[in-house]
């Protein structure tokens, strides 16, 4: 596979970061099987050749223009590259594989961003352009922004691809040696659920934007963070753990699937007109459940958090009597105290990247698969609600909306503003492949409603 020509990783930081991005995606397609890279293993999704160009096409069409100014080598790729789906869209992709590039020509295309954009960021670093946000940026925002954006983006696909890939027969994988799945994991001890009372409290969204803060190493955000807002919530009683799969078979065992009444008219048409009965991690064989991880099949682990569309998440809520929480309120669960402050973290102040935080969570790329929801008591809320970092995002029940005073980027203007549509809806939290750094508190992750692939499952509140 591609990886960097040259080795940029000692010039700063966050070009550190770069590369150890670079590794991890490179290591990613690795995983596939080479004649089984023009598969399209999720139908609203591009093949997964497409992604090998995009990760390169996305840097350099952000990068060239503040750092090296140059004819691109590519302007073709750059464009075929340049855009995934959002499968929100009508219609399913027709492209056959003939349609794209060899893989030789991807590659090499990877290969010649890679160097173009090295020599140029190595010699911005240089001259001291990071230190300076006049110095190097584009449009007023310092290159450290920049970076920043490239690194998320390439780690935000890193994980949007584990999904894809999760699709993927197994027989097309290439299982990596050091992936051992630790049995213990997969008890099949069913999770007794409790809830826990969370007073009412007011709650910080977003992060606060000034001249000298945003957009610095420090405290990057992309645009829908900002701006800091608060909000009241009430009282309200929440999950203790994620809804698990063993929960989940009793709202099937009682008609979930079956029973508008549960449902909202738009999600009842979606799930008939689909045929669903069952979430899409689950297969049913000789009347038995088995959970497809990441390289295998086993047999429902009864206390991993059930992974599954919003749709089905929002009946589940419906069945139990209760709702998804706001995103308010999972925000307040998660970071609020009973003295009134927010923490950083749900456990408290410690990185997410710090080595010991393996305790804390199932989180930055150290499994491929869901752990049991009370693995992690270590990482509980101050109010002592469980796993709310990592182990799956969770669902909320609000819309995917700008917060008061959002400016979209104007290097990727489409980034939050395409999706503020009434149809995607915020997740928060993590899954077991959200890399550290996107575990900040102010970080919103949105699908729309009827997206099955992605690590997410939710808890409930009474209000
Ligand atoms: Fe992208």
Redesign the pocket.
């Known amino acids: 596979m591609p990886v960097a020509e040259r080795n940029i990783a000692s010039s700063h930081p966050l070009l550190e970061r770069l590369a150890d991005a670079r590794q991890k995606s490179d290591a990613l397609f690795s995983l596939v099987q080479e004649q089984f890279l023009y598969e399209r293993p999720i139908p609203e999704r591009h093949r997964i050749v497409f992604y090998i160009g995009?990760?390169e096409a996305?840097d350099w069409n952000l990068l060239n223009e503040s750092i090296a100014r140059v004819e691109s080598t590519h302007p073709e790729f750059d464009r075929l590259f340049a855009?995934?789906i959002d499968p929100a869209g009508d219609g399913l992709p027709t492209d056959v594989p003939s349609d794209w590039p060899t893989l030789e020509a991807v590659r090499a295309y990877v290969s010649n961003i890679r160097s173009a954009l090295d020599q140029h960021l190595e010699k911005a670093m240089l001259e001291k352009a990071m230190i300076n946000p006049e110095a190097a940026g584009r449009d007023g925002f310092p290159l450290a922004t920049l970076l920043n954006v490239a690194v998320e983006?390439r780690l935000?696909?890193v994980e949007t691809l584990a999904y894809m890939l999760h699709q993927l027969p197994s027989t097309m994988k290439i299982n990596p040696t050091s992936h051992q799945r630790n049995l213990r994991d997969v008890s099949g001890i069913a999770i007794e659920p409790d809830t826990v009372a969370v007073p009412a409290g007011v709650v910080t969204l977003g992060l606060p934007r000034n001249s000298s803060d945003f957009g610095s190493d420090n405290v990057f955000g992309w645009d829908n963070e900002f701006e800091a807002n608060t909000q009241e919530v009430l009282g309200f009683t929440i999950d203790k753990y994620k809804v698990t799969n063993g929960q989940y078979l009793e709202f099937m065992a009682a008609g979930g699937y079956e029973k508008p009444m549960f449902w909202t008219d738009e999600d009842w048409e979606w799930k008939s007109s689909n045929g669903m009965n069952h979430p899409a991690f689950w297969r049913k064989e000789d009347d038995r459940w088995y959970y497809t991880t990441m390289f295998d099949q086993v047999p429902l682990p009864l206390d991993w958090p059930v992974y599954l569309s919003q749709a089905e998440a929002s009946a589940y809520a419906n069945w139990a009597g209760k709702c998804l929480p706001t995103e308010a309120e999972w925000q307040h669960a998660a970071y609020g105290t009973r003295e009134g402050n927010e923490r950083p973290f749900p456990w408290g102040d410690q990185a997410a990247d710090s080595p010991s935080a393996k305790n804390l969570g199932n989180f930055d790329l150290r499994n491929w698969d869901p752990t049991p929801v009370n693995a992690f008591p270590e990482g509980q809320s101050a109010f002592g609600v469980h796993d709310m970092m990592g182990n799956g995002w969770e669902w909320t029940s609000s819309v995917f909306a700008p917060f008061p005073g959002f400016k979209p980027f104007s290097f990727y203007e489409g980034y939050s503003a395409n999706f503020f549509d009434g149809k995607h809806f915020v997740m928060k939290g993590g899954s077991a492949r959200t890399a550290a750094c996107m575990l900040r508190r102010s970080f919103r992750n949105w699908f729309q409603a009827h997206y099955q692939y992605v690590y997410a499952g939710f808890r409930c509140v009474s209000r």
């Open positions: 995009h990760l996305f855009f995934g983006h935000m696909h």
